[in-house]
C-alpha cells in the first residue's frame, strides 16, 4: 500500500511539474488537466474544452520591462500547424518603472466572470509578425517549434486583456487564433487587418468561438 501511495504521489509531481515550466523556468499558475489555475493576478480558473492540448509555460523578462508568464493550449492540425490556440500571459511591469497598460475600451466582451476589453485581427503570415526573437510572440513561436507546431500563416485572432488591479500594472492577456481556409472570405494583411472594422461577421465568429471554448470563473 505504502509503495501504490508513493507511485502515486511520484506521478502527481511529475504532472505538475510538467505543467509549470516547459522550459525549465519556474512559473507560478498550475495547470490540471485541462484547467489552469492563477491564485494572483488575477484569481481565476481558466478551463479549456476538451480537444485542446496543453503544451507548457515558460516565463521570462519582457522587453527588460516587465515579467510575462505564458501557456499555450492548442488544436494541432494535419499539416504541423495549429488549427486553433489559447495564447494565455499573465504580465506586471517591473518595480525599476512606471509604465502602465492604458488599452483604450473601445470593445469589451464578457467572457466568463471576466469582462475583457479586446481587439481582432487577420493575418496573411502569423508566425512572421512574431519574428522579434526579444518578444513574447517568439517565445511561443519557439514553444510550438519545440512540439513539431507551428502557428498557421493565415489566420484571424481576437485578442482580450483585462487589468486586475486599479493601478494598471499588471494584465491577463488571452490570445485565441483559428486558422483560416484557403478561401476565406476575409480581409487580410500582412500587419493584421482590423476585422471588427473591415469584416465584422468574421470578427463576431472569432469573438464568439474564443467565449465557447474556455470557462473563466473568479476564486
Known amino acids: 500500500m505504502q509503495m501504490i501511495r508513493l507511485t502515486l504521489m511520484l506521478l502527481f509531481c511529475a504532472g505538475i511539474a510538467n505543467a509549470q515550466a516547459s522550459d525549465g523556468s519556474a512559473v507560478q499558475r498550475v495547470v490540471k488537466g485541462q484547467s489552469l489555475e492563477s491564485q494572483e493576478a488575477p484569481r481565476a480558473t481558466l478551463e479549456f474544452e476538451k480537444g485542446f492540448k496543453y503544451l507548457g509555460g515558460q516565463s521570462f523578462s519582457l522587453y527588460g520591462v516587465a515579467e510575462a508568464e505564458q501557456h499555450l493550449f492548442v488544436k494541432p492540425g494535419s499539416d504541423g500547424s495549429v488549427d486553433r490556440f489559447y495564447w494565455v500571459q499573465f504580465e506586471h511591469y517591473l518595480p525599476s518603472n512606471t509604465h502602465t497598460y492604458n488599452y483604450k475600451p473601445e470593445r469589451t466582451t464578457q467572457v466568463g466572470d471576466f469582462q475583457f476589453i479586446y ?77 471588427d472594422e473591415q469584416s465584422p461577421e468574421v470578427a463576431k465568429m472569432i469573438r464568439m468561438h474564443a467565449a465557447d471554448g474556455v470557462k473563466i470563473t473568479k476564486r
Open 119 to 195: 481587439d481582432t485581427a487577420a493575418f496573411n503570415d502569423y508566425s512572421a509578425v512574431n519574428g522579434n526573437p526579444e518578444s513574447d510572440g517568439a517565445r511561443a513561436v519557439a514553444m510550438l517549434a519545440k512540439n513539431g507546431l507551428s502557428f498557421p500563416k493565415r489566420l484571424a485572432r481576437i485578442r482580450m486583456f483585462y487589468l486586475p488591479n486599479p493601478d494598471r500594472r499588471s494584465e491577463l492577456m488571452i490570445i485565441y487564433g483559428e486558422a483560416l481556409a484557403a478561401d476565406a472570405k476575409v480581409v487580410m494583411s500582412d500587419d493584421g487587418s482590423l476585422l
